[in-house]
């Protein structure tokens, strides 16, 4: 049995060597192949010097060396910091320099624009770059090595030894925003990560028959998930960067694809989409996380896909997923979050750790080998957000710890819960969580701008859309235009808000002295709903 990550690979060549593990396009591994892909890179980053512990970020789109990459970051010993490809360069250089990577693998394309942050993360020691281009190091700052990926693998030496892990060291660090600002890395054990691979195939009912396609960010948990899963049970994962949702659509079909995850804005592009009669034959599931899917989303998949089981999923990057709602119970009660997964608990609890009543709303509280190590680099937030488990003896000397979501739900007398609301500020969008704060920063300092502030709205399609109001300085207040054109120079597209307020007056306070961002948000939804033009 598989206790470190990138034994999930191992495990699966010994079993079946030649089965297809991974595809992209035109290529193919097969799990022999693959195996040994990790091995080899995982010997060049220990022979360049990369020790147990020492953190290794991908930044990439979907490809194989980005699967190659990350795993044998672990296999190596080291902690895989898989980066999201839409990232600008000063978001990308705050991770790595919060996260104190040592080795950075990107392409040449991607690491150009990124070369003039470099000098401000003095812990990166190795570039690597996965695409072809002249071997030369000026792209780099002085004392930074640069190699070739496929190249660095070549050496004839003999393998280091190998690096001694355990199931309670890091895999991985999965960076998530925070409500307060910069993004947040959560830490993620190898017992986590493969309890989560278990707990997701044993409800998926996944098997080595099944051809997972992967649309995700490898960023997300639950992208990076399309993949352990896959590689748990011996499975074919298909990697896929889509332009346009036809194109999911088409490589179900291409690929006979038995199982395809998305999020909310996704699936309603795919509800409203003609689905072929292949794609329609094959697909076996498909599972929503990210938010909540609409209902005539639902409704409208189902009938276009009656072969398919459809899982509804809720959970946290800090624990991974939490509850599923299985599809016989999707008719009886469609707006339920479920129950746990398999492996946690997920517990309902008052302010003072007392569990809740039958339809009393209380904070949702996860505990089980599914929950995280932490923040890196933030102790007081995983004081607050890591807390031990309610109800626990006190003879205990060492409390388990539990996650307090912050989410508000409500369990009914049969056990599932419903979500009721959030207690932070955080906008759930697309699929992502995405700071105010790191909106509001683009308008510091801009012409014309006195104050800013960034909130979330419900919609249909995205979960929540991004609503910004400024309050602009008299006679001077900057054009919708310029604020958009700013945004989306300095942001990726699923950050970029869809309404911009703009007004003469000053922003409204609390009695604390801050901007009322909740009295702003109650007015405009209000506002909205009434005139939602």
Request: aromatic share 6%; charged share 25%.
């Amino acid at each position: 049995m598989a206790h470190l990550l990138h034994e999930l690979i191992l495990a699966s060549a010994r079993r079946r060597p030649d089965a297809p593990a991974l595809t992209h396009g035109d290529q193919q591994r097969s799990y022999r192949e693959l195996s040994g892909d990790v091995m080899r890179q995982a010997a060049a980053l220990r022979r360049n010097g990369v020790q147990p512990n020492d953190r290794v970020a991908v930044f990439l789109d979907k490809r194989p060396e980005t699967v190659v990459a990350l795993f044998a970051a672990m296999a190596a010993g080291g902690v895989a910091v898989p980066v999201n490809p839409t990232l600008k360069p000063h978001q990308v250089a705050h991770i790595l320099q919060d996260a104190g990577a040592m080795a950075l693998v990107t392409s040449r394309g991607r690491l150009g624009p990124l070369a003039e942050f470099l000098n401000g993360c003095p812990d990166l020691q190795q570039v690597y770059t996965a695409d072809t281009g002249p071997d030369t190091d000026d792209i780099v700052p002085p004392g930074m090595r640069l190699f070739a990926w496929d190249s660095s693998s070549t050496d004839r030496e003999a393998p280091p030894a190998p690096v001694r892990r355990i199931e309670s060291d890091m895999a991985a660090i999965l960076y998530t925003s925070g409500s307060t600002g910069r993004p947040k890395g959560v830490v993620l054990s190898h017992r986590n990560m493969v309890a989560g691979a278990r707990s997701v195939s044993e409800y998926l009912e996944n098997t080595a028959a099944d051809r997972i396609l992967s649309v995700l960010p490898l960023s997300f948990d639950y992208g990076l998930s399309q993949l352990t899963t896959a590689f748990r049970v011996g499975a074919e994962a298909v990697l896929l960067n889509y332009l346009m949702p036809r194109d999911v659509v088409r490589a179900v079909e291409r690929h006979s694809i038995t199982g395809l995850a998305a999020v909310p804005p996704l699936w309603v592009e795919l509800a409203g989409l003609e689905w072929s009669e292949g794609a329609r034959r094959s697909l076996r599931y498909f599972t929503n996380s990210g938010g909540a899917m609409p209902l005539t989303t639902l409704t409208a998949l189902r009938e276009q896909l009656p072969n398919a089981a459809p899982y509804l999923m809720y959970g946290l990057t800090e624990a991974f997923r939490s509850t599923y709602l299985p599809p016989e119970e999707i008719d009886a009660r469609p707006t339920s979050m479920g129950k746990a997964i398999p492996n946690a608990e997920v517990m309902v609890v008052r302010a003072d750790g007392e569990p809740c009543a039958p339809g009393e709303p209380g904070e949702l509280v996860h505990r089980g080998p599914l929950v995280s190590l932490g923040y890196w680099n933030a102790p007081e937030a995983t004081a607050r957000r890591f807390r031990p488990v309610p109800g626990q003896r006190p003879e205990l000397g060492l409390p388990e710890r539990a996650v307090w979501s912050g989410d508000t739900v409500r369990r009914d007398e049969d056990g599932f819960l419903y979500f009721v609301g959030r207690r932070d500020e955080m906008i759930k969008t697309s699929g992502y969580r995405v700071s105010p704060r790191e909106i509001e920063e683009v308008f510091d300092g801009m012409e014309g701008v006195r104050e800013a502030v960034a909130f979330g709205l419900p919609h249909e399609r995205l979960g929540e859309e991004i609503v910004v109001v400024v309050a602009g300085e008299p006679g001077r207040e900057p054009p919708v235009e310029s604020l958009t054109a700013a945004c989306r120079a300095a942001l990726p597209a699923f950050m970029v808000p869809s309404r911009f307020i703009v007004r003469a007056e000053a922003l409204p306070r609390n009695s604390n002295g801050k901007i009322d961002r909740a009295g702003l948000r109650t007015f405009y939804r209000d506002a909205f709903t009434e005139d939602p033009a």
